[in-house]
C-alpha cells in the first residue's frame, strides 16, 4: 500500500552560519581594509576598537591570534627594513610594530576583496562556461542557435547539416536516383559573440570625501566588482580603470584596493581624452565609457603646462571643453553612460547637456544601488551591436 507524503514548506527559527573565529573576524577585516585603502595597520586599529565594544574575542581566540592566522593563509605579509633587520621599538598601533616589521596585504587577498566586492554587490553568480554574451543577431559567428536556414554563398562548410541536407536530397529528387544539388543544402544558423571593451572613469576629486560622506568606497567596491565579473564571466571583454583629478592615469586592477582620494580639481576632459584614447587602440570591439563623478568640472590643464580651476559655479570655458569631448566620443561611436552621485539641480542639468551632446545615459543617483545600475547598464549594453 503506498504512503501518501505530505510535501510543502517547513519553516524553522533562523540559525546563523556557523563561522569560525577567524572567519567571523575575517569578514569584518575585509570591509575594514577596504575602507582604510589596504592600510593594514589602520584596520587593525579599527578591528581593536570594535572588539573592545562587541566583544568579538575571548582568551581562546584574540587579535593578534587572528594576524598569525591572516600570515599563515596568506592574506597578509610582514616587511622588514634591510636597513634595519633588528627591527625598532614601535609602541603597539604604529606603522613599526615591536619587530619592525610593516604589515600589507597579498595578491591573494586583494582577488579575494574583488570577489567579495561583486558578491555584495552583483549577487553570486556562476561562472560561465565560453564567458561570451550575444548579440541577438544572427549571422556568421561561432554560436549555434538550433535553427536552420538554406544555403547562402560565402556559408562555412562546417555550419552545413549534412542530415538535414541530405533529407532536403532526397524529398527534391526521390530515392531512386540520389542527388545532392545547392539548393538542397541547409546550414545551421549561429550568432554573432559581441566583445565590449569598457573604460570605468572613477573621480578622486576631493569633494568624493567631502560633505560627512564616503564617495569614493562605494565608487571602488564598484570598479572592483566589474573587474572580477568581466575577469570570470566574460573574458574576452576588456576593461581599463582610470582615475581623474588636476589629471587623468590609468590603474592596475590589482591596485583598486590602495585608491584614494586626493586634494584635486576634476578635470573631466582629461579623464575623456584618456579614456577614448585607450578605447582607440582596441580593434573589432564595441567600446563604452562609464564615468562615477560626484562633482563638476572645475579644471582643465592648459597647452602651456598650466592649469586652470573654477571651482565656483560651472566655468562656461570648461563646460563648453567637456561638451566638445562629449561630441568627439559620438563620432568615434563611443557612448558614455554618466553615473552622478551628487544631486544638484544645476549639477543635474550640466550632465543631461553633456549626455546629449554624446547621445550617450545618464543615471542620477546616490550611493545605494550604484552597482546594480552599473551592472544592469554593462549587461544591456552587451546584448546590443554598438556599430564603430
Not at 547562402?152 to 562548410?157: C, K, P, Q, T, V
Not at 565608487?219 to 568581466?230: G, Q, R, T
Not at 560626484?294 to 579644471?299: A, E, L, N, Q
Not at 566620443?329 to 547637456?353: C, G, S
Request: hydrophobic share 35%.
Amino acid at each position: 500500500m503506498a504512503m501518501n507524503t505530505r510535501k510543502g514548506f517547513r519553516f524553522t527559527t533562523y540559525e546563523a552560519p556557523d563561522q569560525t573565529p577567524f572567519e567571523k573576524l575575517f569578514e569584518i577585516f575585509q570591509e575594514l581594509i577596504t575602507h582604510t585603502s589596504g592600510d593594514v595597520e589602520e584596520a587593525l586599529d579599527w578591528l581593536r576598537e570594535l572588539d573592545k565594544e562587541y566583544e568579538l574575542t575571548d582568551d581562546d581566540y584574540t587579535i593578534d591570534d587572528f594576524i598569525e592566522d591572516l600570515k599563515a593563509k596568506g592574506y597578509i605579509r610582514e616587511e622588514f627594513d634591510t636597513d634595519n633587520p633588528e627591527g625598532g621599538q614601535g609602541e603597539e598601533g604604529d606603522e613599526e610594530g615591536p619587530r619592525g616589521g610593516i604589515l600589507s596585504i597579498t595578491a591573494k587577498l586583494e582577488r579575494m576583496l574583488r570577489q567579495r566586492a561583486l558578491d555584495q554587490i552583483f549577487g553570486k553568480l556562476k561562472r560561465s562556461g565560453a564567458g561570451n554574451h550575444r548579440t541577438g543577431k544572427s549571422g556568421r559567428g561561432d554560436e549555434h542557435t538550433g535553427e536552420f536556414r538554406e544555403y547562402r554563398f560565402g556559408d562555412a562548410l562546417e555550419h552545413i547539416s549534412m542530415t538535414e541536407s541530405l533529407k532536403n536530397a532526397q524529398v527534391n529528387h526521390g530515392l531512386d536516383s540520389f542527388s545532392l544539388n545547392e539548393d538542397d543544402l541547409v546550414v545551421e544558423d549561429t550568432q554573432h559573440k559581441a566583445q565590449m571593451s569598457t573604460v570605468l572613469m572613477i573621480d578622486i576629486s576631493h569633494s568624493m570625501i567631502l560633505y560627512g560622506e564616503d564617495r569614493i568606497t562605494p565608487a571602488k567596491k564598484v570598479a572592483m566588482a566589474l573587474a572580477e565579473l568581466i575577469t570570470t564571466r566574460y573574458p574576452k571583454d576588456t576593461l581599463d580603470i582610470l582615475v581623474f583629478g588636476n589629471d587623468a592615469w590609468p590603474i592596475p586592477i590589482k591596485d583598486l584596493p590602495y585608491l584614494k582620494v586626493g586634494p584635486y580639481h576634476t578635470n573631466t576632459v582629461a579623464g575623456l581624452q584618456l579614456a577614448m584614447d585607450m578605447l582607440r587602440r582596441k580593434r573589432n570591439t564595441n567600446k563604452q565609457i562609464f564615468m562615477i563623478t560626484d562633482g563638476k568640472p572645475s579644471c582643465l590643464r592648459l597647452p602651456n603646462g598650466d592649469y586652470y580651476k573654477n571651482s565656483v559655479g560651472l566655468d562656461d570655458y570648461i563646460v563648453e571643453k567637456c561638451y566638445a569631448m562629449a561630441q568627439q566620443a559620438r563620432k568615434l561611436h563611443i557612448p558614455i553612460t554618466t553615473f552622478m552621485i551628487a544631486q544638484d539641480p544645476y549639477l543635474m542639468q550640466f550632465v543631461r547637456e553633456f549626455t546629449q551632446a554624446n547621445r550617450g545615459k545618464a543615471f542620477y543617483t546616490g550611493l545605494k544601488g550604484l552597482g546594480e545600475m552599473i551592472f544592469e547598464d554593462y549587461e544591456q549594453n552587451r546584448k546590443r551591436r554598438i556599430k564603430g
